[in-house]
């Protein structure tokens, strides 16, 4: 695992899950990292919280502009925070496709936006987006959260592009089903959480869930110069879930 010493981060949707788990580990390489939160809450010592909406174009620019004053720069960029939505196309209105898109895509860009005239100064520089193996692979009940996780790969492809030549690189990575609060918030809704849990635990090929710390060593790795020849690539981190097709046992 590299250094992040004397590097600064900020990890969106940070104050839990993948993101809590990826500031957590960050910082304990050395990062200084600022979690940028709807609700910047029970951060552990050492991370500084940033309560934001990023579907707010000035609070996030205050935000980046808030984290690079009280650090003096810039070099890693999380774009992790994100919702989640059920059902097919015809489950959700106008109002929620676009209040997802906002968060999930929109989001990210106004990040991206205001954090990459400084992280041109940095001769780390690394964005890293949350992506999810449902961007390619056909998921029942999941056609709205499917179309902004497909919209984030070709927003990381196309953010590549634009950046590698200016010693910015851009990458994502693309969960399986992880264990954060997200997951628990979904079996809660379940008739019986247990037994949904034993059911998504035993559809993996592993037999149990992708860890939120298993995510962020992948971003991590994303964001360290261990992957200095990585540039729109998409790192899945699924057990396996995108690409094999095993037998019934
Ligand atoms: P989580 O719900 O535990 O954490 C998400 C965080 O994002 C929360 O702290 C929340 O407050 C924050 N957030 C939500 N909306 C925000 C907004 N408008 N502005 C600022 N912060 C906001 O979820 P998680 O499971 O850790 O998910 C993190 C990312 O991983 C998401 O992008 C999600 O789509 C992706 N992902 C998760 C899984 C999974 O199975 N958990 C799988 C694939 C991809």
Redesign the pocket.
């Known amino acids: 695992m590299s250094d992040f010493a004397g590097l600064v981060a900020i990890v ?10 990826t500031a957590n580990l960050l910082n304990s390489r050395g990062a200084r990292v600022a979690a ?5 809450e029970g951060l552990p010592d050492g991370i500084l919280g940033v309560q ?5 174009d000035v609070q996030v620019k205050a935000a980046v502009e808030a984290v690079v004053e009280r650090f003096g720069r810039l070099d890693v960029v999380v774009n ?5 939505a059920v059902g097919d196309v015809t489950a959700n209105g106008d109002d929620e496709w676009l209040r997802v898109l ?3 895509v929109v ?1 990210m860009v106004r990040v991206a936006r205001h954090a990459i005239p400084h992280l041109r100064r940095s001769p780390a520089a690394s964005i890293v987006n ?5 961007a390619w692979a056909g998921v029942e009940q999941r056609a709205l ?1 499917s179309t ?2 497909g919209a ?1 790969y070709a927003l990381t492809l196309a953010m590549a592009a634009d950046h590698v030549r200016e010693g910015i690189r851009v990458n994502c ?13 979904s079996l809660e809704r379940a008739a019986d959480p247990a037994a949904a849990r034993a059911v998504l635990d035993a559809f993996q090929p592993t037999g149990r ?2 860890t ?1 710390d298993e ?1 962020a060593g992948a971003i991590a790795y994303l964001a360290s110069p261990l992957s200095s020849a990585s540039v729109g690539t998409v790192l899945a981190v ?1 057990n396996g879930m995108h690409g094999l097709r095993l037998r019934p046992r």
């Open positions: 969106t949707g940070g104050a839990s899950g993948i993101g809590l788990a940028l939160d709807l609700k910047p934001v909406d990023v579907t707010d992790n925070a994100g919702i989640g906002d968060v999930n989001g949350t992506c999810s193996i449902v959260y902004s996780k984030v990575v693309a969960p399986g089903s992880a264990d954060t609060p997200w997951i628990g918030r869930l992708v939120a995510v699924d």
